[in-house]
Nanobody
């Protein structure tokens, strides 16, 4: 059973910053793609950012230039640094690990952490 644990959410004013963390097992961080997703009330879950085990990253257009995803495979931790936050960034943020194997897909989620951007 994969266990991913997020932390770092909270309430922040527009223009502020937060840094989310996600911890997991060494096996996950050696082999899996890692992502941050978010889900706002009444909306579908959307991909925010992703990072491969070797460090290649990708971002949703809405967060490019404001958010930075990083991972440390030795510390088995992934982070999402969020700067210049906007009210539309308000959502529950989820950590995800993903690996496609020949006969199975490993796709696991954390419990989520709430981010609220409001004055």
């Amino acid at each position: 059973q994969v266990q991913l644990v997020e932390s770092g959410g909270g309430l922040v004013q527009p223009g502020g910053s937060l840094k989310l963390s996600c911890t997991g097992s060494p096996r996950i961080f050696r082999q899996h793609e890692m992502h941050w997703y978010r889900q706002a009330p009444g909306k579908q879950r959307e991909l925010v950012a992703g990072i491969l085990s070797g460090g290649t990253t990708n971002y949703a257009d809405s967060v490019k230039g404001r958010f930075t995803i990083e991972r440390d495979n030795v510390k088995t931790t992934m982070w999402l640094q969020m700067n210049n936050l906007k009210p539309e960034d308000t959502a529950v943020y989820y950590c995800n690990s993903y690996r496609r194997l020949p006969v199975v897909i490993e796709n696991d989620w954390g419990q989520g952490t709430q981010v609220t951007v409001s004055s």
